[in-house]
């Protein structure tokens, strides 16, 4: 598996592009910002973007979309849910005083516990909102990998204070989807250092109260 991280933007978001050595089929997870430096990472890892995905549509993970599909000719796929929220991001953008260019068009929605495959590679989306509607993390089982998007961090989870975010339905969905994964699965969020499942259940105070753990 290839897995490369790079921050981008005022609101330093990690972007990944994910990709299957064998084939070079890879897809860009979360592309929020800077097209340039991301496209410059890809031609690093050789691989063929065919898709872009995204874990929900909060402005600062959608920003390099446009650019990115006119460089590569690639479907752009998220939840439906999700989809309203696209729809907004120039009133997101004028509410943060940030500039925003065209808004993405989706090609094919994500349903729950649908695999992705890119090349050999089987990303499987699991539904996670509270956060943000139609919110998803990609969890590849073979390799230990969960992208997790702004549902879980380390130490921290996603804020809620954003139209449709809510910490009941975030709690919930960690628990019912993110914690039963193995201890040692790698989290790859949307922003912040990477961790592991084990160490956020130990360590995370979101996590230690309510009968949560």
């Known amino acids: 598996m290839i897995l490369e991280s790079i921050i981008v933007g005022p609101f330093q978001e990690n972007c990944y592009v994910v990709g299957d050595e064998e084939s070079k089929v890879g897809t860009v997870v979360d592309p929020g910002e800077e097209p340039t430096?991301?496209?410059l990472l890809v031609e690093k890892t050789g691989l063929e973007i065919a898709s872009i995905i995204l874990t929900h549509a909060h402005i600062d993970h959608v920003g390099a979309v446009?650019?990115?599909v006119e460089e590569y000719g690639c479907p752009v796929l998220l939840h439906s849910e999700a989809e309203p929220m696209l729809q907004q991001v120039p009133t997101q953008a004028m509410m943060?005083?940030?500039k925003f260019?065209?808004?993405p068009t989706v090609d094919r929605y994500i349903a729950e516990d649908?695999?992705?495959e890119v090349g050999s590679l089987r990303l499987r989306s699991l539904y996670t909102p509270g956060h943000a509607p139609g919110h998803l993390a990609f969890y590849e089982e073979s390799e230990g990998v969960v992208i997790s998007g702004d549902?879980?961090?380390?130490g921290s989870v996603g804020r809620v204070d954003l139209p449709g975010g809510s910490m009941?339905?975030?709690l919930g969905s960690i628990q019912s989807r993110l914690l039963p994964l193995p201890d040692e699965?790698?989290?790859?969020?949307?922003h912040g250092p990477e961790t592991t499942i084990g160490q956020e259940k130990t360590y995370n105070p979101f996590l230690q109260g309510g009968g949560l753990l």
Do not use: D, K, Q
Not at 151 to 154: G, I, P, S, T, Y
Not at 185 to 190: A, L, V
């Open 101 to 103: 260019g065209r808004v």
């Open 66 to 68: 446009v650019p990115l």
């Open 151 to 154: 549902a879980l961090f380390a």
């Open 114 to 116: 649908e695999v992705l």
């Open 96 to 98: 943060m005083g940030v």
């Open 37 to 39: 430096r991301i496209a």
């Open 185 to 190: 699965t790698r989290i790859c969020p949307g």
């Open 168 to 170: 009941e339905v975030l």
